[in-house]
């Protein structure tokens, strides 16, 4: 994860661009994000957090806007928390052959017993794996979020960030 900041360097973003450029002491950075952007004015203090080439969060400073992308589509560190009907289906699929195997198992070994708990512990481990899925891909999101929010709070503080000259009409 790599944080990236300056001052905006283009004119009159306010929210219906995907594309903006800051100015850093390393020099212009150009930025496209995958959906639109805070509200920015020239001389706005921003901080972009990246993930590679893509772009997880920019948050403006000086009006406290801040914008996350993990919630449009997972992209970067970031992981699906969809529950697609593929899952849905073979989890129905497979607890569906549950009486079969039952049905099987009382006729083979001639244990009752055996034929019910044997699909019923099949069928608690195929929901209990399917739902923990889920929590952890979560409990991911969730880290992965405080590390973004950790980072734009620790460019806040990075007083070597924010040491630019003056802002040049020029450069536009």
Wanted: with cysteine; hydrophobic share 45%; net charge neutral.
């Amino acid at each position: 994860m790599k944080t990236i900041s300056g001052y905006i360097a283009k004119k009159d973003h306010y929210g219906d661009g995907k594309k903006f450029t800051l100015r850093t002491v390393s020099g212009k950075v150009h930025f496209s994000a995958p959906a639109n952007i805070p509200p920015m004015r020239e001389g706005d203090m921003i901080t972009v957090v990246t993930w590679g080439d893509t772009i997880c969060a920019i948050s403006n400073l000086s009006t406290g806007a801040e914008f996350c992308y993990n919630v449009l589509r997972p992209h970067g560190p970031y992981r699906s928390e969809k529950i697609t009907w593929i899952a849905i289906l073979g989890l129905n699929w497979g607890i569906g052959t549950l009486p079969l195997i039952g049905f099987l198992l009382a006729k083979s070994t001639n244990d009752i017993l055996a034929s019910l708990v044997i699909p019923w512990a099949i069928a608690w481990a195929a929901v209990a794996s399917f739902l923990w899925r889920r929590a952890i891909v979560t409990n991911h999101n969730v880290k992965i979020s405080d590390q973004v929010q950790k980072a734009v709070q620790d460019s806040c503080g990075d007083l070597k960030a924010w040491e630019l000259p003056e802002f040049d009409e020029e450069e536009l």
